[in-house]
């Protein structure tokens, strides 16, 4: 990296560093400074005010006292995002246990192996979940906890099924005279601590559990408290599209806006574009948090069709009123976010380049970040007044970031990360820890960037194959491959992204087919069949919605890994 860039990052990391202070103390303030406000709504369901809030946690506290779980121990969460999930996530972090945040979309097998290897005493599940799950299969839990009314599903402990039992006389014992601001007392937590475990995916060959510590949730949570809340109001409505089992929803959409006070309201089903665009005109939200898939699909499916006339291309070109017509059209586009967004922000992928371009043309407050679960996620962001078209930001507080390249202005290179944000390293997985964790703390992302003179770094390029669903979740393509390599015909493959949609590239294994007399009608036949058969074993996000033959073998590295970029 050249001086002036290694100047400017570390700058950036010394100016904005001070001292850990307790992530917990954040959510005991938020709590009783906002006492009787709304905190936690389900989208057309129940509300939850900061001292409901308050008294769930504390109750969930006892049940855990109770039950024998200590400080440390290991807590699963797999639900859709609801109101009882965020509360049952604070309520394990307040208590000084591990959360285990896991994705509700992952089939059994996987819930299985991340419930198994994090070792996890009790498990926290979503309606849909509970009926899936054989509790069998993960014989060191002690319970499964059901959300929303926290019910015991299962308990293999005496002491759970009399906690439970005797939940609200043990409550009613303890503040016999009503419970108040007061008598909250969480958790002291320390930097260095394990606070989450994050799998980056849920199969046992690929699964790594990223252990972040509470300097890490609280570097994120003092950057966005500074960053974005000093540009939105306290009691602001905030609409959670995001999964909250990944971190970048759990950080920005979630952590954030609950300590910064605001309403925050939860979907609590698949969030198609339809179902969130009903929301933001309902709720109205300060700030929109997503993934380029959701901004792209709202633009093209509710504004587009309405400005690609000619009438509009005949104003958009005269000189001297095309300014009132892209004002107005950018209050067109606000009004689709509804109506009240300070700004946009997407992340976890590019946003697609015309719809970028559109946006800034009508000057609409448009941004992004970058980062990755390793970082809890933050690692650059800007404010939109400080968006340059193409990047993904500058280098947020508490962190150092540099271009593993000669000329970073010019030529890609890895992007590197140290700091507050950084995490411990992966579960249980000493030799992934130390090919990401280098000896001088960098964590090397896979990412390729260049980095401008003024900080703002532009993705070139991603190392790791990493996909990202429409909807926000991570899809690795070395998974489905795996499995897709095992089943009849199939010599070898390639998962790509066409779009929103997975599609599996296969080389079939041609002397088979040919020794059983198929024909490539046979062959299509038979690859259907594997898609079918596949998908039943993933995840919706995870779906192929085609299988293509390839007629040669795909090209390989020396390595014989194939060379995936030919085929995006």
Not at 87 to 96: I, N, S
Not at 500 to 521: H, I, R, T, W, Y
């Amino acid at each position: 990296m050249c001086r002036k860039r290694y100047i400017f990052a570390q700058k950036l990391y010394n100016c904005a560093m001070k001292t850990f202070s307790s992530f917990n103390k954040y959510i005991e303030k938020s709590i009783i400074d906002n006492w009787n406000q709304d905190a936690l709504t389900d989208y057309k369901g129940i509300t939850l005010q900061y001292h409901d809030v308050a008294r769930k946690i504390e109750k969930l506290h006892i049940l855990f006292e109770h039950s024998g779980v200590k400080p440390g121990d290991k807590i699963g969460l797999c639900g859709r995002n609801s109101a009882h999930w965020a509360v049952a996530f604070f309520a394990t972090l307040t208590y000084g246990a591990v959360a285990v945040p896991i994705q509700n979309e992952f089939k059994p097998e996987q819930i299985y192996n991340i419930v198994n290897h994090s070792e996890s005493k009790l498990l926290f599940v979503g309606d849909y979940v509970a009926k899936e799950i054989n509790p069998a299969e993960m014989p060191t839990l002690e319970g499964i906890v059901n959300l929303p009314d926290y019910s015991l599903m299962l308990s293999r402990s005496e002491k759970l099924t009399y906690a439970r039992e005797h939940l609200n006389e043990i409550f009613g014992r303890r503040f016999p005279r009503a419970f108040r601001s007061e008598d909250i007392n969480y958790h002291a937590d320390e930097a260095e601590e394990l606070a989450i475990i994050n799998y980056t995916s849920g199969t046992t060959g690929f699964s790594k559990g990223v252990m972040l510590p509470y300097r890490a949730i609280w570097g994120n949570l003092d950057f966005c408290l500074d960053a974005i809340g000093t540009r939105i109001k306290q009691g602001s409505s905030v609409l959670s599209i995001l999964p909250m089992a990944h971190m970048y929803g759990m950080a920005v959409e979630f952590i954030f806006p609950f300590v910064h006070g605001c309403h925050l309201f939860f979907l609590t089903r698949l969030p198609s574009p339809a179902v969130i665009a009903q929301a933001f005109a309902d709720i109205h939200p300060a700030i929109v948090i997503s993934v380029p898939l959701v901004v792209e699909k709202i633009i093209r499916k509710m504004v587009f069709p309405k400005i690609q006339n000619n009438k509009v291309r005949l104003l958009w070109n005269m000189p001297v009123i095309n300014k009132k017509v892209k004002e107005r059209i950018c209050q067109m586009v606000m009004q689709a976010f509804g109506g009240n967004a300070y700004e946009v922000v997407t992340g976890g992928a590019a946003l697609n380049q015309e719809i970028e371009a559109f946006l800034k043309s009508i000057d609409f407050p448009l941004t992004s970040g970058y980062g990755a679960t390793e970082c809890a996620p933050l690692i650059t962001f800007s404010d939109y007044h400080d968006f340059q078209p193409g990047s993904c930001g500058t280098p947020v507080s508490h962190m150092e970031v540099k271009i593993l390249s000669a000329d970073p202005e010019n030529i890609p290179g890895e992007i590197v990360a140290r700091g507050t944000n950084v995490m411990l390293g992966y579960y249980k997985n000493e030799e992934a820890t130390r090919e990401a964790l280098d000896t001088e703390g960098w964590y090397h992302t896979g990412d390729l960037a260049t980095m401008s003179a003024d900080g703002h770094v532009f993705i070139r390029g991603r190392i790791k194959n990493m996909l990202l669903g429409a909807n926000g979740q991570n899809v690795y393509p070395e998974e489905i491959e795996d499995k897709l390599n095992s089943m009849a015909l199939v010599s070898e493959s390639l998962i790509v992204q066409r779009g929103d949609k997975l599609v599996g590239l296969v080389f079939p294994d041609f002397d088979e087919a040919q020794s059983m007399g198929f024909n490539e009608s046979d062959i299509e036949s038979v690859m259907e069949q594997n898609r079918k058969e596949l998908n039943e074993q993933l995840p919706p996000f995870c779906h192929l919605s085609a299988i293509q033959l390839q007629r040669e073998e795909f090209q390989k590295t020396p390595k014989k890994s194939i060379k995936r970029y030919l085929y995006k």
